[in-house]
């Protein structure tokens, strides 16, 4: 005869009112000898527009900077940044071809946004040419720039998923330099609106 008293189970029963648990994960670190710039949708467009798109000339130099130290490539920042229309195409393609061996996607090619780019920015270079109302001027301004912070947006959002930093919280906090430039581009974007609206009184 078995005289063993039968084992209690002694594990707590699940709590029918508790609330499921998801695991917390960390946000990403900063990617050491990433191939390209990361920075978070936020930050990108808050920079780009409050300065005045100032911040491409920063974000090329950046991107060819980062490819250069991480493959060894001979290729000069300061240039390729200065005269971005003629680099744009192999930088986003290289974009493109990183972002999609590391996500395993078939993510859209980034001609468009290329082209668009070099358009926006030949035809925003160029405005100074045609006289335009304040008003005009002013519109035609913000409609520029929101096409070429567009077109590299593009390709950025491909940048972090080649790094492994989709929403690019590695890079989401704005630093004191970044509020510097900011702070001078919404001066500059003062101005402009100021001499707009003093345009359009003196007409009418």
């Given at each position: 005869?078995?005289?063993e008293?039968?084992?209690q189970?002694?594990?707590?029963?699940?709590n029918?009112?508790?609330a499921?648990?998801?695991?917390?994960?960390?946000?990403?670190?900063?990617?050491?000898?990433a191939?390209?710039?990361?920075v978070?949708?936020k930050?990108?467009?808050?920079l780009?527009?409050?300065?005045?798109?100032v911040?491409?000339?920063?974000?090329?130099?950046?991107?060819?900077?980062?490819?250069?130290?991480?493959t060894?490539e001979?290729?000069w920042p300061?240039?390729?940044?200065?005269f971005?229309?003629f680099?744009?195409?192999?930088?986003?393609?290289?974009?493109?071809?990183?972002?999609?061996?590391?996500?395993?996607?078939?993510?859209?090619k980034l001609?468009?946004?290329a082209?668009?780019?070099?358009?926006?920015e030949?035809a925003?270079?160029?405005?100074?040419n045609?006289e335009?109302i304040g008003?005009v001027?002013?519109a035609?301004?913000?409609?520029m720039?929101g096409?070429i912070?567009?077109?590299i947006?593009?390709a950025q959002h491909?940048?972090?998923i080649?790094t492994g930093d989709v929403?690019?919280l590695?890079?989401?906090k704005?630093t004191?330099?970044?509020y510097?430039?900011m702070?001078?581009?919404?001066?500059?974007?003062?101005?402009i609106?100021?001499g707009?609206l003093?345009?359009a009184?003196?007409?009418?």
């Open positions: 005869m078995n005289l008293k039968p084992q189970n002694t594990a707590i029963p699940n029918p009112y508790q499921p648990t998801a695991e917390t994960l960390p946000p990403p670190l900063l990617v050491q000898n191939p390209f710039y990361i978070s949708k930050k990108f467009f808050a780009f527009i409050l300065t005045f798109s911040y491409a000339l920063y974000w090329f130099w950046e991107n060819w900077s980062r490819w250069r130290d991480s060894g001979k290729v300061v240039a390729r940044a200065l971005a229309i680099f744009i195409h192999s930088l986003f393609d290289k974009m493109h071809t990183a972002a999609t061996a590391n996500s395993g996607q078939n993510l859209s001609t468009i946004p082209t668009l780019y070099i358009i926006g030949i925003f270079n160029g405005m100074d045609f335009m008003m001027y002013l035609v301004t913000v409609v720039i096409i912070a567009w077109s947006w593009q491909q940048a972090n080649a929403e690019g590695s890079n989401d704005f004191a330099a970044n510097v430039w702070v001078l581009g919404i001066l500059f974007w003062l101005l609106i100021f707009a003093q345009s009184t003196t007409i009418y």
